[in-house]
């Protein structure tokens, strides 16, 4: 996916007064993106909106793209790992930009304070999977 296709979702992203920025993350972002791959995009969204205001969204990226395999993850839904590393993407919309910097600099100071733990976590259930206790309680 290049550059060029994500300029169809600007309408689209402007149309949705909820979003307030957006990103392009995963392999599209990072240029390793193969034929079958999928395209992870994130919003930041105020006010919140239900479900129903998220899978029309969704419908009109995937509408916008041309493509089905559109994965969106509501910013403020997700996990703290998650969203560090869709800030680490490329943003691609922005009704506020000075939102999203300080929306940035927040998350990676959160997660540079919670990092030691994550690591600390996914080392233990590394360490389970490896003696093969990844499923036994």
Known sequence: MTSDGLTALGPVFAADSRVRFAYVFGSVAAGTARPNSD??????????GTLLDDARLHDALAAALGREDVDLVVIE???LWLVYRIVGGRPI????????VRHRAAVEHEFLDFKPYHDAYLDAMHRRARSGRLSHG
Do not use: F, K
């Open 77 to 79: 839904d997700a996990p």
């Open 39 to 48: 395209i992870d995009l994130a919003v930041s969204v105020a006010p919140r």
């Open 93 to 100: 919309y922005g009704r506020d930009d000075v939102a999203r």
